[in-house]
């Protein structure tokens, strides 16, 4: 059963801003769907690998060569807030 | 080689692990085909992979698990033919993808080892716990704008490879010997550019204390240090807080650090009031990495010869001593200008000239060993001309000084300024009867036993002869005519 | 004269060589009969300029003999695949006025292969729902009504706006995205046909990520030739994603031989739950008896883990994509909500920018990755997929290929099934597992229910056999002789 204080931590961890009056009303929703998927811990999975790849293939790998970037127009076009080529953010004080 | 930090209740060890970010030397990043290439203007190294543009997809640059592996090798280490890329989740604004793409529970290279070459000629040996491979995130400027932090990708997915000590360093010095150890490796292998200043190598210094004999203390991380010396002061200053707080009844808190090298202090990152959880799972946009025997096999084969081998060799082949040897083989350029020096010559004067004289000068004037302006085989010409007597090891110095300006031949120089030595005995004589014909009395006393004013009579001929005449030979004359 | 827009891929390609209308008449039939249908709300983005400009190169290209496999073939893009130049939005507000630098290879395959873009159609929010309606731009409405009755019904999702383009006749085809049943699903819902192609058939390079091991495109058509012809042009190896095989491509369309002799079929025990409607049950068996009427082996197997694939697919899907939606954070692209901090920003950002469902699961993918949480939850789940996986190819030892229904109802009201996620999880259950294992899987019309709503089969082949899928298909299409159409076009 998943509490309100747990959700508040992985609202943050998510950095997703849920009201204090929301954080029930999900604990409960989150708490019935975990709840639900507990149905897996009677399954036994000795010795069985997790998934890794679903189909048997081989990464593909690329050649050192520099063949993208040198578009930053491109790369900032769609930016909220740019200036002078960087994307700007509120100032985060270190 | 202790170092034990004296407390006022006793005595206490300091224990040292470090992490070094190592960016690899390629031409494309990690997992885009954007430019590796240290600077240009903001964001213009980005491709939208690099950005976390939607529907963007990692693919890996096969030259940069070469290099993991040579590097791996280079450090004597397991290489791992399975690894698997992992994400690690955190949010950050020069971290566009939301996550990192790094290596987890199995990084490509496993345990290996670095030998540190200590200046009294002592080794020691610092563990390897892994390598892993992982993207550079992009770089913040907090200074620029009084309410903005301006963000600029260009770093964004270069490859780094992320090398983990084992707590295995006892004082500041090891620490310093290991990281000019491992970038004097990663340079041979040319894997890495090891430039500091640059960014190319950061440290995060783990530093605890204890008692001697006494298990593991709590650790405190120091991030991104950016020089031997800073790591060097930061450990003493970070072991040192460490005492304080022990000895003043206090409790150490895990926690990461920052060094200020202006106020020779390190102080707490501004902890964050939830904790970091990274979330790591294998990338399922990236399959496992795999190669085969083969693969390692083919990088084996193009290893050069590192610099313990080298420097046992130059111990065993040139009979120098184990702290000449680590001196010549920090660079791979320094080794080879010794060797052209040594070839055919003796060793251990070749050592002697290359590491007293041409390291001095080359220190004094910044310069690197390619920029020298005496060259491997005028060094070795100079030395020629001392052994076959055509110079004196006194005016050699001075030769190998107009060599350094006039980046002349020691011949010609010998030969343009007159000084050839003198080991004509007619001239020599000549000089010794006139400083005994101007020193009557002196003379005098030397025939009455005070045999030590010999060497004042030595001093006056060269001086006369202006350093040319063999001291040798001045000697024997000397000794001829005043005591018969 | 039959509508230009009642015709399939393969007599529009016909036709056109033929010269019988241009590429340009029919792309601006469809651009009249997508406007005249914006009450369905099957678009989020119509690019009629577009399409009219690549009709006319389709047009030269026909002239001049150099016409590709979809020459002037008016198609839908589902609002999951980036466009360059053009909005894309995956149905969500946090991608607000996003206009990417680049085409998606699925997209820039179809365009290569001749194909026109009527526009970018509507998806659950992330393609994250079975039923359209978390899109932030709005429910599409099925353009099938039950029998007398009015009710707006879902066409299903998350690919639902494709769905309802194809079966209204306002595209000739339409891409999907199918992740744990997206195509499948809403192609039954709508009475079309759709293709979840092996994963790493087609590139996900382009296509905006929510469950990275699950996603695959596919095609989205009215029949199974076309799903054929259509896979053939999206289709093929991308060095730009790493999971895409390096395979060759067969000859799809050449697949449909019609003949299934000595085929063996797998009916799989564990796809009758209690409580299964029985008109569903009725149709399934039907497709049996159609397949050994067709001269097929049908067996009954065995898939043990069936019954966990949703749990383990609901743990799966959420933790990959609470990392992958990480990236919308409001600096360099979309929606931004200013804030104090640098956290405040992502915060009221990300609060704003995501509907409650993407929300649910981003959270939810947060929590079973959390420290503590990961063995239990992730881990277990990615081991209990081997098994699933495992069933799947111990099966495909005795058989060729597998029948199953679709979705285990028809299409609901818009509005039903809301209340509660694990109700609306449910519609799944049949597709989950088949993605679960990366296998591909064919939905095709098979028949109408007492409603007159459509109810739709699933084939499941094995990894790369989409050719026997296919084949399979496309004799229980000749048998089921599915011709009805929705209302609105007139069928
Ligand atoms: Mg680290
Ligand atoms: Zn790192």
Known sequence: MLDKSTVRNIAFLARIDVPDADLEPLAHQLSGILDWVEQLQEVNTDGVHPMSSVTEMTMTWRPDEVTDGGHRDKVTANAPAARDGFFAVPKVVE | ?484 | MTKLTSLTIAQCRDGLRKGDFSARELTATYIQAMEAHRDLNAYITETPDIALSRAQDADERLKAGTAGAMEGIPVAIKDLFCTEGVLTTAASHILDGFKPGYESTVSANLKKAGAVMLGKTNLDEFAMGSSNMTSYYGGVKNPWKRQGEDTDLVPGGSSGGSAAAVAAHIAAAATGTDTGGSIRQPAAFCGITGLKPTYGRCSRWGVVAFASSLDQAGPMTRDVRDAAIMLGAMAGHDPKDATSANLPLPDFEAALTGDIRGLRVGIPKEYRPDGLDPQIQALWDQGVEWLKAAGAEVREISLPHTKYALATYYIVAPAECSSNLARYDGVRFGLRVDGDSLDDMYMNTRAAGFGSEVKRRILMGTYVLSAGYYDAYYLKAQRVRTLIAQDFANAFKDVDVILTPTAPSAAFGMGENMDDPITMYLNDVFTVPTSLAGLPGLSLPAGLDTQGLPLGLQLIGKPWDEETVLRVGGVLETAAGFTAKPALVGG
């Open chain 2, 1 to 484: 080689m202790s170092y034990i930090i004296k407390g006022e209740t006793g005595d206490w060890e300091v224990v040292i692990g470090l992490e070094v970010h190592a960016q690899v030397t390629s031409q494309a990043k990690l997992f885009s085909g954007a430019s590796a290439t240290y600077g240009g203007e903001a964001n213009d190294h980005v491709s939208f992979i690099d950005a976390g543009f939607p529907g963007m997809l990692p693919v890996i640059n096969a030259y940069c698990v070469e290099q993991a592996v040579k590097t791996g090798l280079g450090l004597r280490a397991q290489i791992n033919k399975r690894s698997v890329f992992a994400r690690k989740n955190y949010f950050y604004a020069d971290l566009p993808q939301g996550y990192q793409i790094s290596q987890y529970e199995l990084p490509v290279v496993g345990v290996g080892e670095v030998v540190l070459d200590m200046p009294d000629g002592s080794s020691a040996v610092v563990g390897i716990e892994r390598l892993h491979l992982e993207q550079d995130a992009g770089k913040s400027m907090h200074d620029q704008h009084p309410s903005l932090s301006l963000i600029d990708l260009n770093r964004s997915g270069v490859a780094l490879m992320e090398i983990v000590s084992m707590p295995d360093m006892r004082s500041p010095e090891q620490a310093g010997a290991y990281v000019r150890k491992l970038r004097s490796i990663l340079r041979y292998l040319g894997t890495c550019d090891g430039n500091m200043d640059e960014g190319s190598m950061r440290c995060d210094v783990n530093v605890s204390v204890r008692r001697p004999g006494e298990g593991y203390r709590t650790r405190c991380e120091i991030k991104n240090v950016n020089s031997v010396r800073f790591v060097m002061q930061a450990i003493e200053v970070e072991a040192k807080r460490h005492v304080e707080v022990y000895e003043g009844g206090g409790k150490i808190m895990q926690e990461t650090r920052l060094f200020d090298p202006n106020k020779g202090e390190t102080r707490s990152m501004r902890s964050k009031e939830h904790a970091h959880d990274y979330r790591y799972f294998p990338d399922p946009d990236l399959l496992p990495l795999e190669f085969d025997d083969a693969f390692v096999a083919r990088i084996k084969a193009t290893l050069p010869e590192l610099p313990d081998d080298k420097k046992a060799r130059f111990m065993d082949v040139y009979g120098l001593s184990p702290y000449d040897a680590s001196v010549l083989v920090v660079e791979r350029e320094r080794a080879e200008y010794f060797e052209a020096v040594a070839k055919g010559r003796d060793g251990k004067k070749a050592a002697n000239w290359v590491i007293t004289n041409l390291f001095g000068m080359l220190n004094k004037a910044g310069l690197d060993v390619t920029e020298s302006p005496v060259a491997a085989d005028q060094l070795g010409q100079l030395i020629d001309l001392i052994e076959d007597g055509t110079v004196s090891g006194r005016l050699a110095k001075e030769v190998f000084e107009i060599m350094w300006e006039e980046r002349k031949d020691p011949a010609v120089i010998v030969e343009e300024r007159g000084m050839k030595q003198v080991t004509d005995s007619g001239a020599i004589e000549a000089a010794c009867d006139e400083v005994i014909a101007a020193n009557p009395e002196k003379a005098n006393d030397i025939r009455n036993g005070k045999e030590k004013l010999i060497a004042w009579f030595i001093g006056q001929v060269m001086k006369q002869t202006q350093g040319k005449a063999n001291p040798g030979a001045v000697q024997e004359i000397l000794k001829k005519k005043l005591l018969g």
